[in-house]
């Protein structure tokens, strides 16, 4: 189906910023939006940006303004920009990548990929 490997998390001071990436490979046609989702200690994993295959972009409340989700599908990339990052920003952050493809038998096969997950901790 589809992987997706994140990158460039990190420790950071308060107000500072961080760009994670989100490599896809396999059925990489078959992936409809991309997402970053982020789950801190002791808290539910929590979606805090989406984009769609055209561009719409969509954010948590929490994240409007200082998080900006773009993707590149030339690359198979997503990206996730963090800016004027807080303490409570502290967390893993995952990136999904929902789609849909065609099996052999003519079926229809959905899906949500999973990157591994990576942390990022916000402190002075």
């Known amino acids: 189906q589809v992987q997706l490997v994140e990158s460039g998390g990190g420790l950071v001071q308060p107000g500072g910023s961080l760009r994670l990436s989100c490599v896809a490979s396999?059925?990489?046609?078959?992936?409809?939006?991309m997402e970053w989702y982020r789950q801190g200690l002791g808290k539910e994993r929590e979606l805090v940006a989406d984009i769609s295959r055209d561009g719409t972009t969509k954010y948590a409340d929490s994240v409007k303004g200082r998080f900006t989700i773009s993707r590149d599908d030339v690359r198979n990339t997503g990206y996730l920009q963090i800016d004027r990052l807080k303490p409570e920003d502290t967390a893993v952050y995952y990136c999904?990548?929902?789609?849909?493809?065609?099996?052999?038998?003519?079926?229809?096969?959905?899906?949500?990929?999973w990157g591994q997950g990576i942390q990022v901790t916000v402190s002075s």
């Open positions: 396999g059925r990489v046609s078959s992936i409809d939006n």
């Open positions: 999904a990548a929902p789609g849909r493809y065609l099996d052999d038998e003519g079926r229809w096969i959905v899906f949500r990929a």
